[in-house]
């Protein structure tokens, strides 16, 4: 009986021993980093649904005040109206995710492999998100598990309202007519200027690159944030950023844009601005009458267009020494239709993708 004991406890031991070897080789530094990050998670969500819950009491005060009110038979000086302001949102900043766990819903970025599912689940539990490039996932209506690159992966979960998203984020967007996924990157920060949206640069279409404004509750956060995405363009936005060069335009103004259908790349046909949003301008082509949403700084414009080939042609070198405003105002003949926009540097510093990664690895 005693040697009996003595080798269940032997085996206990053994086991514990075992757990405890495991427990230190696949729990990281990362893990906890994960764990806080949930917990912060937790903390927004809470003050989140305390301002839900605030507005939703407001209009109820509201519907009772009304109804007493409007009962002239019975009135009841003890019965005021207390106004009230409805809470206002609390703007947070994006903070990368580094733990993904399992079951979590996806979308799949299918262009580069149409036999891959649109969306599925994680097969596995991901504790370093951060640096993992392939996830399992499950394809729940065939029950078939794929090794997708985290590239191609987005989250289900589009975005709070109020996350405040860091330029070049990598995003999705389900268009809401078609259902298409589209894929892009921040070009601005949701703020003031802008009516607390996103501008989102979609990279999707090489040639012609479009653009246009979404609240980050429309977005689908990338799974990596890290892979090169290589467009000569918005490799020079994002470095000149937050100074840009976009026409100066208003309601009415005659512009040309190039004309897509046509193979060649010099032809341009006219179009009339019907709205102007920002760092958008929506737009009438006189020939088909299509109408369009148009970025005023895109290659799109004959202006910028000719803008962007004039500075390309210059020395690379005394290129650098200057900032986009100096390029604009040594060129005389764009001044009255181009125009160097950089309010955003007056008000706060711009936070890229990038940083936020590397302020929490």
Not at 241 to 260: C, D, H, S, W
Request: glycine share 2%.
């Amino acid at each position: 009986k005693i040697k009996t004991e003595f080798n269940t406890k032997s085996t206990f031991q053994n086991y514990i021993d075992y757990l405890k070897e495991n427990f230190k080789k696949f729990f990281s530094i990362h893990d906890f980093h994960a764990i806080i990050h949930e917990f912060k998670e937790l903390n927004h969500f809470k003050i989140e649904q305390i301002s839900k819950q605030l507005n939703k009491n407001n209009e109820i005060i509201q519907k009772l005040f009304l109804l007493f009110n409007n009962n002239h038979h019975l009135t009841d000086d003890s019965i005021i109206h207390l106004s009230s302001t409805p809470a206002q949102p609390i703007y947070l900043n994006y903070k990368p995710i580094h733990m993904i766990h399992l079951n979590t819903s996806v979308l799949i970025n299918n262009e580069h492999n149409i036999q891959l599912p649109l969306k599925g689940i994680t097969n596995n539990f991901v504790s370093d998100l951060i640096n993992t490039k392939i996830i399992n996932i499950l394809d729940e209506t065939t029950n078939k598990t794929y090794d997708i690159s985290t590239k191609y992966l987005f989250f289900s979960q589009s975005c709070e309202i109020n996350i405040i998203l860091p330029l070049k984020l990598r995003v999705l967007i389900i268009d809401s007519q078609t259902g298409q996924y589209r894929c892009g990157l921040i070009g601005e920060e949701p703020g003031k200027n802008n009516n607390y949206r996103c501008l989102i640069f979609f990279i999707d279409d090489k040639i012609n690159l479009s653009a246009n404004y979404y609240s980050s509750s429309d977005i689908h956060i990338c799974l990596d944030q890290k892979f090169e995405y290589e467009n000569d363009f918005l490799n020079c936005y994002f470095k000149s950023y937050p100074e840009r060069m976009m026409l100066r335009a208003k309601e009415g103004t005659i512009v040309k844009i190039r004309n897509i259908s046509s193979t060649n790349k010099n032809s341009f046909v006219q179009a009339i601005v019907i709205q102007i949003d920002c760092s958008m301008m929506f737009i009438e082509l006189s020939h088909t009458k299509q109408r369009m949403w148009i970025y005023r700084g895109s290659t799109l414009i004959e202006q910028m267009n000719n803008y962007y080939s004039t500075q390309n042609n210059k020395d690379k070198k005394s290129l650098s020494k200057h900032s986009a405003r100096q390029h604009l105002s040594a060129k005389k003949s764009n001044a009255p239709e181009i125009v160097c926009l950089n309010d955003q540097m007056k008000t706060k510093n711009v936070r890229t993708a990038e940083q936020c990664i590397d302020e929490t690895s």
